[in-house]
């Protein structure tokens, strides 16, 4: 059984075509089915503009929808090699953070386009899936607790966009292992100011988050003992998601793991900068 956060469904707001699509977009095949179902929504609810490659004319577009099925991973377990903080949790990511996820992402975020949340919460939903399975938690009461975002980020977007794309995603799952059930847990905040990790090196990005994050005060007994998902839209260190754990480990959760959209493609190897 799966539980969604109240009031989340996989479909909420979204045409009926797209929700019955959406659902089972683990699978290379029905994803396919997914970008033209999503397609024909996207037309529907924000037409002028594709989210993808912001061409006039299309919500979503043939070429965008190819391209996206194109940066799905192979194996969505990310190798502790891809990610320099040393510390991150165990993390399963659904593809590759290239075009034309990155200006998906980019208009969802920042440019307040909650409309493309059909294309992304498939996306989640299968590494989320994966990342159950991955930590062998079938039968788990299992917690999913979006990263939290900055004050000022939360400030200027005036919603937390993550949350709400964790519920969809969750209500979206339809192939956790037999008997685990998935509650979004909106338990942690940032507990003072950090600097944009934009344009900080890995070792900057750690130090930069280090004791930033909390179990909200409210949140410690439901985290205490139980098995958490960390989700995030895109790793690229891993600092995030390094600096979440610990502060669910602090408060007493079981065990943690991470899963994202997307892994951004290091530069530079972290085997090439090893002493
Ligand atoms: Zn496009």
Known sequence: MVVATAGARCDRGVHPLVSRLAAPAATSASLARLGSATG?????????????????????????????????????????????????????????????????????????????????????????????AGAGWSGRAVLVVPAPSSRSAVRRRGDAPLLSLAGRAVACVDRAPPGASLRVAPALQQVRQVADQAGLGSDQRAANLVGAAAVRHGWRAVVAGRPVVLVDDVVTTGSTLTEGARALHEAGAADVVGAVVAVTRRRHPRAVTRR
């Open 40 to 132: 024909a929504l996207l037309d529907l609810m924000a037409p002028g503009e594709c989210a993808g490659c912001r061409r006039p004319g299309a919500g979503w577009c043939r070429r965008c929808e190819l391209a996206l099925g194109r940066l799905r991973r192979a194996g969505p377990r990310v190798d502790p090699d891809e990610l320099s903080a040393g510390a991150a949790p165990p993390t399963w990511a659904w593809g590759a953070y290239g075009e034309p996820l990155r200006t998906v992402v980019t208009v969802w975020k920042d440019e307040g386009r909650r409309d493309v949340e059909p294309v992304l919460a498939p996306l989640l939903a299968a590494s989320l899936t994966a990342a159950v």
